[in-house]
């Protein structure tokens, strides 16, 4: 079973441009949850996707926004990129809605965004 | 609100020996706790989660740890280090209800394995 896929890997932009980033994650699962990773801040999270909903959001500026699709994959996008927004961002994907003994969240290998 | 603490930023340990990775949580009630660990540019590969029942729970690369509600810690061990295992720890708590399965995390331990 193919893991869950982050794309691109690395992304280079330029401060005031919007980026999007693309999740798809493990087949069958129907959660997805993005998380940005900083050297300063740790892991946080941003915000969680199922069936296609909005549950749950992180303390994040309105800047960053992002959608699942009726297929699960997911998207996040970040609008005017401030140098502070470089970092890893990383995508879960869950089976089930949460809370469940089988919760557990399956992790891509991220996607390295660079603010210049 | 929920909270981990991993009071260790960065812990070195020679190869064959044994290792704790504390972790301190604060949650309003019964947590569901994980450990995983990062390699340098990865993402993050689940050790081990804990959700009810033994305290003592058994993850891959035989770590283990162990949840011990009166001091709300789970702390992760390994027997015997290999330098494999150099990489950053990170402990996390989840909510027990159908909240979601967004996780709060602690601020990583990263481990370095001397020879």
């Known amino acids: 079973k193919a893991g869950v896929t982050q794309t691109p890997r690395y992304l280079i932009k330029t401060r005031g441009q919007q980026v999007t980033l693309s999740c798809s994650p493990i087949?069958?699962?129907?959660?997805v949850s993005w998380y940005q990773q900083t050297p300063g801040q740790g892991l946080q999270f941003l915000f969680e996707?199922?069936?296609?909903?909005?549950?749950n959001k992180g303390n994040f500026p309105g800047r960053f926004s992002g959608r699942q699709f009726s297929n699960s994959r997911s998207e996040m996008n970040v609008s005017t990129l401030e140098l502070g927004d470089s970092a890893l961002y990383l995508c879960a994907s869950s089976p089930l809605k949460g809370g469940g003994r089988n919760t557990e969240a399956f992790f891509g290998q991220g996607t390295r965004l660079t603010v210049v | 609100a929920q909270s981990v603490t991993q009071p260790d930023i960065h812990i070195t340990v020679s190869e064959g020996a044994s290792l704790e990775l504390r972790c301190n949580y604060s949650y309003g009630a019964t947590p569901y706790l994980f450990w995983y660990v990062q390699s340098p540019g990865q993402g993050l590969q689940l050790l081990l989660k804990y959700f009810s029942g033994d305290t003592l729970v058994q993850g891959i690369k035989g770590f283990e740890a162990e949840f011990k509600r009166s001091q709300s810690s789970f702390n992760l061990r390994k027997p015997s280090v290999h330098w494999s295992d150099a990489a950053e720890y990170f402990c996390a708590v989840g909510p027990h209800n159908n909240a979601g399965n967004m996780l709060t995390f602690g601020g990583g331990t990263r481990l370095m394995v001397k020879p």
């Open positions: 087949s069958g699962h129907r959660s």
């Open positions: 996707y199922f069936s296609e909903t909005q549950r």
